[in-house]
Structure formats: structure tokens, C-alpha cells
């Protein structure tokens, strides 16, 4: 599904990504963990296709097309999303006007016609209730005066009801408390298939205790560094990076 | 020939063919002399400091149409609010068309005002109103000593105008370069209540300048519901000069939405003459190109226990041009006052530029009153997490747009009035998304 080859992205003339190489494939979840600073933030960026990223190497294959070029909303209309890790606050637009507006804009980008008024209300009522959201919440402006755990929330449900084949979670678990964890996590879980794939970027090993990867991979100066399974987010959480960087040093 | 020698031998032409012995004859002459004597507004004057009229005035403007047009209604359908019954007065190179106006005198007047300056019937009124809040400055003695056309309206006592009004000025340019001066004169009674829809509407290239004048007066109690709509083409230049006065417990609305004109000077001034009136000013620019618009208000607080509410939302592109000049004065004697003034700007390009200059004036000591005046451009991150969404780019930013200015539509009170500006915001971005935020 996302194949990402060598790539290389700067900021501001900054090498930040120095050959990122990752496949995933429909129906896996693959956990990039690594200390702060290693490029996992800039990695999902480049991926959406964030501007401020310059990609000055390598290719990002989705469906067999390279995205590399695109603009994130032709990304999105291919079915990548991103989570973010500090959502957008705007004012005025109500969180119902917001996806009403992204889900009929990716659907004319698809050549289809707007959804109908009442499949969207039935579709955001569904979707709603997975993520156990007050439905006086989606009145508000989107983000404005939401808690941490509200964005994120709201984030999971952006993505439940567009349906992307691939999300991209990037610190999904930061500013959230054990409950709402485990209300994302369970989102994510549900709407999980074997058509479809997630990256979940993190920190700490504990959101994988609930959204349990098939591969986990460390990041650290812009290189993946090390690959395997569910196992080595485990051994980090006792070790913590220290070895890795060691490794790599040596 | 310039301007002021045009204005002259068309005055001596005017003044041979209409109303000689007038109530309103004495007015022309005497603001002609006001005319001579200020000139044309210059840069150097405090209140055209930021707003050039050179270019709007080195033109040859013819000002009386040769003939009558004909225009269809199918033909200006589309700048109409069709969608409401209303009544309407509408002008055609500043000539009234009554075939495309709806006049009433049932129970209150909409009408024209050269009937009303004609009829002895009015003669009481215009006696005791027109001109009497319009200010003296040169432009407005301009119109006066010209204003032959516009609509009277006048809602007497406890009476509800059961539709909202439309007055719509267009012009045809057949004629070179023309210039139309509106003269409009409201007048609403005790406890009185009225909506006016008020346009502007060249159907040419040609270049037009509209020097329009309108005097609101509310009584007790009174409410006055005014929308003003600004979208005219490129050639086509307004200069307003609109006056409130309201007296105690009335309230006064009036929007103001400026999307289109070369340039547009709005001159609006509201005098609380009683206690607990309240008044509010908002608007919306939506600009780009070289246009320049410039509203410059001024709230002159007169009594105690008023409130008055300023909201102007405005983007400006390419190299657009925007004046915000809003000034609240106090009176000493206008005590316990809440006057508020909010004036919040985008540059969605670098060259584009806004001259806001708040400006209070407080002369009692137990009043509240703020302003704000921010500047800014659209916000990236947020740009970003729209096209993340799948939202394009012009959307995203028209979305943006949009929501930065719906504060100000939500005071709307005629749906289909907020409807129409939607749909006129979404056809300036050019977008095709609903707002139905």
C-alpha cells in the first residue's frame, strides 16, 4: 500500500530525514517509536505532504502511484490521513461543517456527488457514538477551546469518518488520561481491517498495549534504525533508547 | 473642463429646470456656495488622508442622463432579492423606473423623492428632516445642491413595514463617464419598524461615480433594520454619506457589505440623541485587485445609557487597499455608555495593505468603552490541516475566510439576505462550496 524509499526531507536547509525506507502493507500496523528529535513528526508530515518539508530524495509510492508531488488534499483524496499531534484550532467552522466540506470535497475529487444531508447525519451520528462523542460537541467551532483529549478524539473521529486507507496516528496518546486512551484506542481498533493500515507514531510503549502493532521500527537521526516485532516496544520500555543510540554509535 | 467648472455650468442648468420656488431650492444654492468654498476633498485633509479621490474626480462625468433607459426586469433580476416580496424604488441612471418599483402610501410611504419634494402632503416633513442631519462637508453639499432623485420612506407611528424595502440605483453608462447622486431620506415614527436593502449597480464598463447621500431618522422605540450591498464593477466609484439619528430607545442595525467597486468611500455617522438607544455598525470587505474600499464611522454618544457595537471584518488581496476609520465620541453628559468597536483585518498578499486608525473620544467618566483592531494573514498550520482533510487549497482558504467574517452575518436578521452573501463570498473566492456553517 505505502511504500517509502529513501527519503530524504529538509526544513529550513536542515536535513531532517536521512533515507527513510518502510513498507506497509494493507491490514498491518506498523509503531515508529524513537527519542525526541529523531524525525518521527517530520516523517508523517512529509508523508501528508507538508510544504514547509522539502523532500530532496527518494519516493513515496502509495497504490503503486508516487505521491511525492502532490498536494496533501490529492494525498488525502488517495486515502492518506494524518493525526495530529497538535490539532488546528479555526474559529467559526463547526466540527459538522468541517467534515461535511472534507468529506464532499474528496468525493467530487473523486468524481462522485455530494453525500446526501441525511447520510451525513447518519454517518456522523455512527461515527459519533464510536468515539463516544457528545453530539452538542459537533456544533462547536472546530478545536477552539477543546481539551487535549478532545482534539485527539475528535482527530480519531475525523478519521472514522473519512475512512483513509492508510492513517497516520502521530502522538495520538500525548495530553490524553488512561480513559480517553482507551476511548481512542478502541476507535482505532474498530475501524481497523484488513484492507486498510496505520502508522502509530509514539513516544511510549503504552498505547501499544491497546493498539498492538505488527511491526515496531526506531527512529534516530533520521534513520530507522532498528525493525521487529510487538517485542521491541517492550524491551525499549525497560531499556529505554539508551542502547539503541549506543548501537548505532558504535 | 474640470470638475468644479462642470459642477458649476451644470448647476446654472439645473437650477433653470427644477423647483424654483422650493423649500428645497434655498438648500441647493446654499450648498453650492458650501461646495465652492471647502472643494474637493485632498489628501492633506485629516479625514481623505488615507483615501485619494484624484483619480475618481479627473473624470469628465456627465451628470444628467440624456434620456430614459429601458432595462428589463430579467435583466437586473439577479442583483434584486428576488426571493422575498419587497417593496422596491429603483433608479435607472438615476431616473426612477416605475415599472420596476413597487411603491406603497397605504399605511406608510416608500416612494420617490422628487414626488415627495412635489407634493404638499410631504412638505411638513421634508421641512422638518431633509437635510437636517446630512453633513456639511463638500461632498455631501455636492449632492445636496444636485439631489433631485432617491426614495422617501416614511413609517409613521406604531406601524410594522410589513416587507423589507429595496432601493437599487443603477446605472447604464451609455453616456461616457456619468456621475449619479442618490439623495434618500428615511423616516421612522414612535415605535416603528423597517428593513431596507440598499444597492448600487453599474450594468456597464463605462466609469460611474455615485455620490450618495441618505439621512435615518428613528424615533422612540423605532427599529431600523439597513443592509447595504457593495459589489459594483471595476469602473464604477461610491462615495456614501449615510446619517442616523436615533432618539431614546430605538435601535439602529446597518451592515455593510463591500466586495467589488474601483473605489468605495462609506462616510456613516450615527448621532443617540436619547437614553438606552443602541446601535450597531458591522460589516464585511471582501477585496482584491486594486480596489480600495474606506469606511470611516463615527459614533457620536449624545445621552446616557446608550450602547453602540462596531464589528468590521475584512480581507483584502492582491493590491487591495482597505481605510478603517472609526471614531466613538462621548459626550460628557453621556454617562454609564458601553461603546464597543472591533475592527480585524487579513492580508492574504504582501501587497496588500489596511490603514485602521481607532479613534475614541470620551469626555464623561463612568463609561465603557473598547476597541480592538487586529491584523493578520491566514493561518498556515491551519491552511494545512483543512488540505490534510482533503479540503483544496482555495477552498481551505475560502472556508477560512468565511468563518473569520460569519461573526458579522450572524447579526444578519433576513435569512435570504444571509444567503445572498454567502452566495456572493463563495463566487468572489470562487469556490463552489456551501457556507452553511
Not at chain 1, 523532500?55 to 502532490?70: C, F, K, P, R
Not at chain 2, 474626480?57 to 433607459?69: A, T
Amino acid at each position: 500500500m505505502l511504500h517509502v524509499k529513501n527519503v530524504h526531507a529538509t526544513i529550513d536547509g536542515k536535513e531532517i530525514l536521512k533515507g527513510i525506507n518502510l513498507e506497509v502493507k494493507p491490514g498491518e500496523v506498523h509503531a515508529i517509536m524513537g527519542p525526541n528529535g529523531s524525525g518521527k513528526s517530520t516523517l508523517a508530515n512529509v508523508i501528508a505532504g507538508r510544504e514547509e518539508y522539502e523532500m530532496t530524495d527518494g519516493e513515496i509510492i502509495m497504490s503503486d502511484e508516487n505521491i511525492a508531488d502532490l498536494d496533501p488534499e490529492e494525498r488525502a483524496h488517495r486515502g492518506i490521513f494524518l493525526s495530529f499531534q497538535y490539532p488546528v484550532e479555526i474559529p467559526g467552522v463547526s466540527v459538522t461543517n468541517f467534515m461535511k466540506a472534507a468529506i464532499n470535497e474528496t468525493r467530487k475529487a473523486q468524481g462522485k456527488d455530494e453525500m446526501p444531508a441525511k447520510d451525513m447525519l447518519k454517518l456522523i451520528r455512527e461515527k459519533s457514538e464510536l468515539l463516544e462523542i457528545d453530539r452538542k460537541f459537533l456544533s462547536r467551532s472546530l478545536n477552539e477551546g477543546f481539551s487535549g483529549g478532545e482534539k485527539k478524539r475528535n482527530e480519531i473521529f475525523q478519521m472514522a469518518m473519512l475512512e483513509p486507507k492508510l492513517s497516520i496516528l502521530d502522538e495520538t496518546d500525548s495530553g490524553l488520561d488512561i480513559d480517553a486512551l482507551r476511548i481512542v484506542a478502541n476507535g482505532v481498533n474498530k475501524l481497523r481491517s484488513k484492507d486498510n493500515a496505520t502508522i502509530v507514531i509514539t513516544h511510549y510503549q503504552r498505547l501499544l498495549d491497546y493498539i498492538v502493532p505488527d511491526f515496531v521500527h526506531v527512529l534516530y537521526k533520521g534513520r530507522i534504525v532498528k525493525s521487529g516485532g510487538k517485542e521491541l516496544a517492550h524491551e525499549l520500555e525497560k531499556r529505554g533508547y539508551d542502547w539503541i543510540k549506543e548501537e548505532v554509535e558504535a | 473642463m474640470s470638475f468644479k467648472e462642470n459642477i458649476l455650468s451644470s448647476f446654472m442648468a439645473l437650477e433653470n429646470e427644477v423647483d424654483t420656488d422650493s423649500y428645497v431650492h434655498g438648500l441647493r444654492n446654499e450648498a453650492l456656495d458650501q461646495f465652492e468654498k471647502l472643494g474637493l476633498p485632498l489628501r492633506r485633509d485629516e479625514a481623505y488622508k488615507y483615501t485619494s479621490l484624484k483619480s475618481v474626480f479627473n473624470k469628465d462625468y456627465r451628470l444628467f442622463p440624456r434620456e430614459e433607459k429601458n432595462i428589463n426586469y430579467s435583466d437586473i433580476k439577479k442583483y434584486l432579492i428576488h426571493q422575498i416580496d419587497a417593496y422596491r424604488v429603483i433608479f435607472i441612471d438615476g431616473v426612477y423606473s416605475s415599472h420596476l418599483s413597487q411603491t406603497t402610501h397605504d399605511t406608510f410611504d416608500v416612494c420617490l423623492m422628487s414626488s415627495a419634494l412635489n407634493n404638499k402632503k410631504y412638505a411638513t416633513v421634508i421641512e422638518n428632516y431633509y437635510n437636517k442631519l446630512a453633513g456639511k462637508d463638500s461632498l455631501s453639499s455636492l449632492n445636496t445642491a444636485f439631489a433631485r432623485e432617491g426614495a422617501y420612506i416614511q413609517i409613521p407611528k406604531n406601524t410594522i413595514a410589513t416587507k423589507p424595502i429595496e432601493i437599487v440605483n443603477f446605472s447604464t453608462g451609455s453616456e461616457s463617464a456619468m456621475m449619479v447622486q442618490p439623495r434618500n431620506l428615511v423616516v421612522v415614527g414612535e415605535n416603528a419598524q423597517v428593513q431596507i436593502i440598499e444597492r448600487h449597480q453599474s450594468l456597464t464598463k463605462n466609469d460611474v461615480l455615485t455620490n450618495s447621500v441618505t439621512e435615518i431618522f428613528a424615533d422612540k422605540h423605532a427599529l431600523v433594520d439597513y443592509y447595504k450591498i457593495q459589489n459594483d464593477n471595476e469602473s464604477a466609484s461610491l462615495i456614501d454619506h449615510t446619517s442616523v439619528q436615533q432618539q431614546a430607545n430605538s435601535e439602529v442595525r446597518l451592515h455593510t457589505f463591500s466586495f467589488g467597486g474601483a473605489l468605495t468611500r462609506n462616510n456613516l455617522n450615527f448621532v443617540q440623541q436619547g437614553e438606552h438607544c443602541n446601535s450597531l455598525l458591522n460589516g464585511v470587505t471582501i477585496i482584491e485587485g486594486k480596489q480600495h474600499v474606506d469606511h470611516s464611522t463615527l459614533v457620536h454618544h449624545t445621552a446616557p445609557n446608550c450602547e453602540s457595537y462596531q464589528e468590521y471584518k475584512q480581507v483584502f488581496d492582491d493590491r487591495a487597499v482597505g481605510v478603517f476609520n472609526g471614531k466613538v465620541l462621548v459626550d460628557k453628559i453621556a454617562q454609564k455608555i458601553n461603546a464597543f468597536q472591533q475592527n480585524n483585518n487579513i492580508l492574504v498578499s504582501d501587497k496588500a495593505t489596511i490603514n485602521a486608525k481607532p479613534q475614541l473620544e470620551i469626555f464623561a467618566d463612568d463609561v465603557r468603552c473598547s476597541h480592538g483592531c487586529t491584523i493578520g494573514q491566514l493561518d498556515e498550520d491551519a491552511l494545512f490541516y483543512m488540505q490534510s482533510r482533503g479540503i483544496g487549497i482555495k477552498e481551505a482558504r475560502a472556508l477560512l475566510m468565511f468563518a473569520f467574517a460569519n461573526s458579522v452575518l450572524e447579526s444578519v436578521k433576513i435569512p435570504e439576505i444571509k444567503s445572498r452573501i454567502t452566495k456572493l463570498i463563495a463566487n468572489k473566492l470562487k469556490v463552489n462550496i456551501g457556507f452553511d456553517l
